[in-house]
């Protein structure tokens, strides 16, 4: 196909900035782009029409750590790595709210609990043990006092004991992507849906190219794939995909807030007098290692009983069902990927499953490097 004048010199001009990644980092990106540099022609790209990997499919956790995950953290990271991360994800959703509010996404301060059985209860003890020790760090990284405490009250079935987190909470993941998005619209960035990025060359600038044909031009490409970015260049990710499945309406229901078991493999939540519950990877590690957006039956089934027994105490029907697929480190590291990999080819990506809570601290990031 050839393309018109109109269409090579007005529709896809050449960008001062271009994205690739229409998800809450890419938009964001864009923003604070414009922000510092408001006449320049910024644009975003993505082969779906919005960012579908994970950034409108999680589950709206609006959620910073939890003991068990600090805990499991250590034994791959460094402690100096973990809690950087811990507080990044902090501050991200700190700005977040700040810059968008917490109106326009539905943020609720509801709590979280990391609950156990007995199962698990030997986690249970070493999470007990190990929480002065961490509400002192996140007191002194955080300024926060007594993030986590424990309960032995719960409303489940079968729980023993719980740590809670009383400053995280839930939102609305469709309004927050709508927000940013329309944000960026009336800010006259450039959003392009459907145009997959093949590969790229330069000279003095960058001529990007996609599926039919179509070359787009820019000084600076910035990418933002998160569990994409191995298809576009050689870094230490890979995709970890999270099913979801949500509930019929149910009256009374026996939860509000968030629920993390597990080490956080099992995570469900309130939301319209239902039950969203994502997470059970950890049963199919390597079926779950994939880029396609398809659900699993194994992992759905073990969600469904997960429901029906630990959390409802009876047969629930399940209206929804989707997966999204995450960015995680491939030695389990799980502090994002944030630099120049040449003159004026940047990227972020790997959020470890907290896109929301880091998107817009990695963003700022990104710019301040930039």
Known sequence: MNFSYWEKEYLIPPSDYL??????????????????????NVSVVDRHGWGLGASTRNAGFGCFANVSEIIDDLKNDTAENV???????????????????????????????????????????????????????????????????????????NVIGSIQNSYEGQLNTGRLYQTIYHHAQTMGIQLWG????????????????????????????????NAFTPLLVNENIKPCRGQVIVSEPIDNLPIEGLYHYDNGYYYWR????????????????????SFALETNDKVVRELERFMEEQIVGRPVKIDYKWSGIMGMGKSQQKNPIIKEIEPQLFIAARLGGMGVALSASVAEDLVNLM
């Open 19 to 40: 994205i690739v990644g229409m998800g809450l980092v890419g938009l964001q990106t864009a923003i604070n782009l414009k922000e510092k540099h408001p006449k320049a």
């Open 83 to 157: 809690y950087q991360t811990v507080g990044k994800r902090y501050r991200g959703l700190k700005l977040l709210r700040e810059k968008y509010g917490d109106k326009n996404m539905d943020y609720q301060t509801k709590g979280s609990q990391e609950i156990f059985t007995k199962l698990n209860s030997e986690a249970l003890a070493q999470g007990i043990d190990s929480i002065r020790g961490i509400n002192t760090i996140l007191d002194q990284e955080l300024g926060l006092d007594r993030v986590f405490t424990y309960t032995s009250k719960s409303s489940l079935p």
């Open 194 to 225: 459907g145009l997959e990025v093949k590969s790229w060359d330069r000279t003095h600038s960058f001529h990007v190219k996609t599926q039919h044909n179509i070359t787009l031009k820019t000084k600076h490409l910035i990418l933002c794939t």
């Open 270 to 289: 309130d939301i319209d007098h239902r039950i969203l519950l994502g997470g059970a990877r950890n049963i199919d590690i390597d079926g779950e290692t």
